[in-house]
């Protein structure tokens, strides 16, 4: 995901957060959603790697490496 935010201004006010938060809400709404569901998720590791999790037929939760990548 890419969001591109406002460049920060020489000096903070209550209405340049108030427009940053508006933005990471409605770019993070759609990528986290309740009651809403998804085959895998994809996570990267702190050494940057990624890793698929998924979840069996029985509801076990699968991990396994992936060299799949969002575009």
């Known amino acids: 995901m890419n969001i591109t935010l406002p460049q920060a201004p020489d000096r903070y006010s209550g209405a340049f ?8 809400r409605r770019a993070l709404g759609d990528a986290v959603s309740k009651d809403v569901e998804t085959p895998r998720v994809i996570l990267r590791s702190p050494a940057g790697n990624l890793f698929d999790v998924t979840v069996s037929d029985a509801g076990a939760l699968v991990v396994t490496p992936t060299v799949k990548t969002r575009v």
């Open 17 to 24: 957060f108030n427009t940053l938060f508006q933005q990471l």
